[in-house]
């Protein structure tokens, strides 16, 4: 079973594809987890991409302004813009794949080329950590502040969950815990495996990977502090 779309999609459709129309659903679509058209995908673009200057968080997927025009996506692995939503759509939002000739598509895509190209057009970096080994702690106070600009819209509170977004968004550090006893590992390194990796961990969920260009060890090293592993 899929999430209905056809309000939505009416509105388009009467619009005959309309540009300033379909601009505005695709910005409706950003913030809406039902782009995926999963029952049970809680995640929206909005979740893990950020389409304002103001906007503060230290979203994994980083600023979508100027993604129209950049060459690649994904570091690189990813040439059209089609493959890297797709990427989204697959791995961590439970969706089907979106072909080209799909309104809701469309949409999307007027809505993130009305954004400009205000952040540049050229391909973002995206380093990916291969190896996961142990940090240094840092600064609880810092930590703190990365929790709540990279982890607390989706996990809540630390140790309750308090506010999670949804339950699939687990406690954070009590279900590192729980595996790295399970595996005979430092929940510490758990907890790195899982924010530099996420779903390619392969333990389940959803998480998309954190690249050093949206988190920096050091950050990374406060966080762990904080959560106190």
């Known amino acids: 079973m899929t999430r209905s779309l056809a309000p939505v999609l009416a509105t388009l459709l009467a619009a005959a594809c309309a540009q300033p129309a379909a601009r505005d659903v695709g910005e409706q679509l950003f913030h809406d987890p039902r782009f995926s058209l999963s029952e049970t995908n809680p995640f929206a673009c909005a979740t893990c991409h ?13 600023s979508l302004v100027g993604a129209v025009a950049r060459p690649s996506f994904w570091g690189g692995f990813e040439t059209t813009m089609l493959d890297a939503t797709n990427v989204c759509l697959t791995r961590f939002m439970r969706g089907g794949l979106l072909t080209r000739d799909e309104p809701r598509g469309r949409a999307l895509y007027e809505y993130l080329a009305s954004l400009g190209t205000a952040s540049g057009t050229e391909a973002v970096p995206f380093t990916v950590v291969e190896n996961t080994t142990n940090i240094d702690r840092g600064d609880d106070a810092r930590g703190e502040e990365v929790w709540q600009l990279a982890c607390a819209d989706c996990h809540g509170a630390p140790h309750t ?54 988190l920096s060890d050091e950050d990374l090293g406060a966080l ?3 959560l106190g592993v």
Request: no cysteine; charged share 15%.
């Open 50 to 62: 950020s389409v304002s200057p103001d906007d503060t968080r230290l979203v994994a997927g980083g």
């Open 161 to 214: 969950g308090e506010g999670q977004l949804h339950p699939s968004a687990v406690v954070v550090p009590e279900a590192s815990e729980a595996f790295a006893t399970s595996v005979g590992y430092e929940t510490g390194v758990v907890v790195i495996e899982k924010i530099r990796h996420g779903v390619f961990f392969n333990i389940g969920g959803t998480m998309p990977p954190s690249s050093l260009e949206v």
């Open 224 to 226: 762990l502090s904080f």
